[in-house]
């Protein structure tokens, strides 16, 4: 089996390469930034946007796609972020639905934020109604929205909902990497809206095994990928001064109306469809990321995070 993965050298996608890699699956790679090619490993750089020929050759070769690029974060203070978003999320979502075959499995990375967060004290399900609060969200309501018109023709796509990934290679603007970064230089820890807010945080060597059980699994439509348990920012604080064995301070500053309160998964359909339970050692986690950017620091092309 051949599998194409889109976005191959950003957080999770770069995880998932090697996941597959290890199990023996040839991977094609295909990014705008520039990767290192090698043992089963074929390196496309390229933009999806672009439908150059070789790119749309090997979508619609593929046994499975993995479809993980596109513009990325909730908080991005870019004057031009919605059209961003719009061309990298919804134009290149419609480049690889329009590349790969009806009968390919599909799995696109959608995320948690289309719900707009856990309501009424429960964990948010894939049949709640949508409610996108932020231009980041409503690009993937509109990716997801081309997904649902493409299975409807026959496609066999999951919308992979992914909650608040965490672990080696995590992107800069995200909390916990921010807070490590802020904590190793003795910078007080941001904090937004307080310090009860909660979010599902997964581990993205989980996440991966989950996106390509499945990819090899009848899943159809959407899917959350998380655990089901929400940890507040104040417990994630403290993983991070425990990991680092230091004191640190925390400022609490407004937050943007994007960011949601809280944030679990209902992950009754994913057990149902991979047969096991996404499980997060918090501590863990904060350890081996903190691990893996010191590793980075020390040597990128061996930490495998560059």
Known sequence: MTAVVTGAAGFIGRTLVRQLLAIGEPVVGIDRATQTPGPGLTVL????????????????????????????????????????????????????????????????????????????GRASRERDRLRPRGGYARSKVAVERLCRQRMAAGGRIVLARPFTVAGEGQRPDMALAGWIAAARSGRPLRLLGSPTRTRDITDVRQVVRALIALAGSSAQGPVNVGTGHGHSLARMVAAVADALRVEVRTQVVPADPAEVPDTRADTTRLRRL?????????????????????????????????
């Open 274 to 306: 991979i047969g096991w339970a996404l499980e997060t050692d918090l501590d863990q986690l904060v350890a081996r990321q903190i691990a893996a950017g010191a590793a980075a620091v020390a040597d990128p092309v061996l930490a495998g995070v560059a």
């Open 45 to 120: 750089t390229a933009d999806l946007c672009d439908r150059e020929e070789r790119v749309t050759a090997a979508l619609a070769d593929a046994d499975a796609v993995f479809h993980l690029a596109g513009c990325s974060g909730v908080r991005d203070p870019r004057p031009a972020i919605d059209t961003f978003r719009h061309r990298d999320n919804v134009l290149a979502a419609a480049a690889v639905l329009a590349a790969v075959p009806a009968g390919t499995p599909l799995v696109v990375s959608s995320s948690s934020s289309v719900y707009g967060g856990a309501r009424f």
